[in-house]
């Protein structure tokens, strides 16, 4: 019967040893390869299989042989426990790794993945327009609700949350958005940082809970009558609220809301009573230029104030909720949309002034003509529009007391 080893192996021999295997008794083994590299190896039996498991390199810098002695007799006692250590430290690197991805995916905001996916996918849209309706719709509506939550938590109420305010206001916008949310978490889920059905998929799911937009104004904005502004503006001017002013401001300019309520100072110049809205923000994807009139730029003033990179803060003095004007609408009991003074501005340049369609049109930011006539126009009417936009802006006050002063506001009270 051979004599069983036992600590063989000295520490002179570890590092003078040949290549192959050495044995030092009770399952350890230095393993030397062709190399030179040097490890140690416990080899054990266990249900009648022999199998190894790595301990570490050996020799200078690595584990000394008391170490691994030490680890080797470890190890055997947990092999005499009936303990496979092996599978127990491939369990061990699983959850490790769950762990890992877990804290990973728990970065990944729902806005890093929307920008990873506008990156990945920008080039195989037909248009720079597509891309910046993407990133228009979810700045505006998406972000503020859901951007800093990670994309693996997010879930049907949080999708409501971002919808259920604009489905019956805007309804294609909101049908649009609806469906980038889906490709974001279906991104997200083909990256493996989320699991499980997608929140805002639409057939089987949402379409139980919010109405169709077939069934809604297929994209018209119930609109006031434009010789309701001014007497509506003189009870919004008693408003102690920033988004009172907002909503001011959009009335007097006929800007979108999204256009507003992203606007920076950097887009201002007050001396020239001009807001110039960069072509990333426009839904024309064109730089736009919105004279101001001698009251909007008084709102301006006053807001300027409070401080902020946005014409209009809101809390923390970031940018002003989406709702914000809606919700003031309707605690002020107004059946209308933001969006339908777009509309009341229209019938009224049309009904009540000689200017031109071009002139309205350019007003509202609106295409005009085909693409020859726009080649060959090289300017924006801009004095024209200045023109009008004054006259809308002495309209719109014409309900209010001629010496009506500014309401100041109170970030305390904003709604």
């Known amino acids: 019967m051979p004599r069983k080893l036992h600590n063989a192996l000295t520490a002179l021999a570890v590092k003078n040893a040949g290549p192959g295997r050495h044995a030092d008794g009770g399952g350890l083994h230095l393993l030397v390869k062709e190399s030179g590299s040097r490890s140690w190896v416990y080899r054990f039996m266990l249900n009648g299989k022999s199998r190894d498991i790595g301990l570490g390199s050996a020799g200078p810098g690595g584990i000394s042989l008391a170490a691994a002695r030490d680890l080797a007799t470890a190890l055997r006692l947990k092999v005499k426990a009936g303990i496979d250590p092996l599978e127990e430290r491939h369990r061990a690197e699983a959850d490790s790794k769950a762990a890992e991805q ?20 920008k080039e195989s849209w037909r248009n720079a327009k597509h891309r910046q309706q993407w990133e228009n719709t979810l700045k505006t509506y998406a972000y503020p609700v859901i951007g800093d939550l990670p994309v693996s938590e997010v879930d049907t109420p949080h999708v409501l949350k971002v919808l259920e305010p604009i489905w019956r206001e805007v309804p294609e916008t909101a049908s649009r958005l609806r469906g980038r949310i889906e490709t974001v978490l279906d991104s997200a ?26 069934k809604l104004s297929r994209g018209h904005h119930k609109a006031m009558p434009y010789d309701a502004i001014p007497a ?40 020239k009573a001009v807001w110039t809205v960069p072509a990333e923000r426009m839904k024309a994807g064109k730089e736009h230029r919105v004279p101001l009139s001698p009251r909007a730029v008084e709102i301006l003033e006053q807001t300027k104030q409070l401080g902020g990179k946005h014409l209009f803060p809101g809390a923390a003095r970031a940018k002003l909720s989406g709702m914000a004007m809606a919700m003031l609408l309707r605690r002020m009991k107004q059946d209308v949309t933001v969006h339908g003074f777009r509309s009341a501005f229209r019938d ?28 060959y126009r090289r300017g924006d009417l801009f004095e024209k529009r200045r023109r009008l936009m004054a006259d809308w802006a002495t309209y719109c006050a014409s309900g209010a007391p001629a010496d009506a002063e500014v309401t100041p506001i109170r970030i305390a009270q904003q709604p």
């Not at 877990?102 to 996918?121: L, Q, R, S, Y």
């Not at 990256?191 to 937009?213: S, T």
């Not at 002034?353 to 726009?374: D, F, K, P």
């Open 102 to 121: 877990a804290a990973k995916v728990a970065g990944i905001t729902f806005k890093a993945m929307a920008e990873t996916h506008i990156a990945a996918n």
């Open 189 to 214: 889920k083909a990256r493996g940082y989320r699991q499980g059905e997608n929140p805002a998929r639409w057939r089987g799911h949402l379409a139980q809970i919010l109405p169709a937009r077939t």
């Open 232 to 271: 509506f503006m003189e009870q919004l001017q008693k408003r102690e609220a920033v988004a009172a002013l907002a909503l001011e401001f959009v009335i007097l300019t006929a800007a979108r809301t999204g256009e507003i309520i992203g606007a920076t100072w950097g887009e201002v110049d007050l001396a």
């Open 348 to 375: 009224w340049a049309a009904e009540c002034t000689g200017y031109s369609h071009e002139v309205a049109e350019m007003a509202l930011a609106h295409t005009i003509g085909n693409a020859v006539e726009r080649a």
